[in-house]
């Protein structure tokens, strides 16, 4: 019987070579990918550090953004669309890199805007959102507004019709309480209150680190199912109940058009 344990062993160690070998693992990716990418991260396409070894680099999780643009993830961590006539953009989450052909590949922050509407449709001005490293930068210039303080927040949902009532309730994904001086707050979403003079109008910049519009993470502006502005009839209390009354404006917010 002694003499099988030789083969036995042999046909052990070639099934573990099997399962390890990594060229026999790469030679099945292809029929797995969609797509595949020459570069796993942007500095592997900047400086082409990486070299020729990372060619191969598997797009996997294929889905189709707001746009209908192809959108995926490499394993560094890159967020890729690309568009049938072979557009292409990278994002890593603050800056956006397009691929303008002849051009290069051109850097722009990443941002986005909500054009704010009364119920009556009347347009109150436009909030934009600038990503930044550290967070995200809301400027609104509106218009049309009692004079005094208003809430001002962002809401869970990207909607504003058929009525404001559809933007939901503050954006929250922690599943926290509300309030800037509530101990049981705040929600990701509560931003200070801004005030219009007499005349109506209100300027306001707030810097907020508790989203960002970058897709595809944690607290993104850009999940599911979206998210929006929303301008109350009242200021804010700060307190667990906002207490700010109605909702006098209410604007969606859209990523802003990449390429
Ligand atoms: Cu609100």
């Known amino acids: 019987m002694n003499y099988r344990l030789p083969w036995i062993a042999a046909l052990v160690l070639f099934g573990a070579m099997l399962v390890a070998s990594p060229a026999l693992a790469s030679q099945q990716a292809p029929a797995d990918c969609a797509f595949i990418l020459g570069f796993k991260t942007l500095q592997g396409l900047i400086d082409e550090a990486e070299g020729p070894a990372t060619v191969g680099e598997c797009l996997e999780n294929q889905r189709f953004d707001a746009y209908g643009n192809a959108e995926q993830r490499t394993a560094g961590g890159l967020m890729v669309w690309r568009k049938a006539d072979n557009w292409t953009a990278f994002s890593d989450g603050y800056r956006t890199w397009v691929n303008r052909g002849e051009d290069g590949l051109q850097v722009q922050i990443n941002g986005a805007t909500a054009m704010l509407a009364g119920p009556d449709g009347a347009s109150l001005g436009m909030v934009t959102l600038t990503q ?12 049309g507004l009692s004079p005094g303080g208003h809430g001002f927040h962002i809401h ?16 929250n994904p922690e599943g926290t309480g509300h309030g800037f001086l509530h101990e049981g707050g705040v929600h990701a979403g509560d931003t200070p209150n801004i005030y219009a003079a007499a005349d109506g109008t209100a300027r306001a910049d707030i810097f907020t680190a508790a989203v960002t519009l970058a897709l595809d993470a944690d607290h993104s502006l850009f999940d599911a199912d979206g998210s929006a502005i929303i301008v109350h009839e009242k200021p804010d209390s700060y307190g667990a109940d906002p207490g700010a009354g109605g909702r006098v404006a209410c604007g969606v917010i859209q990523r802003n058009a990449i390429g």
């Open 156 to 171: 869970e949902f990207g909607s504003c019709s058929p009525s404001f009532a559809a933007a939901g309730g503050h954006f």
């Open 132 to 143: 930044g490293p550290h967070g995200v930068l809301i400027a609104a210039g509106l218009r």
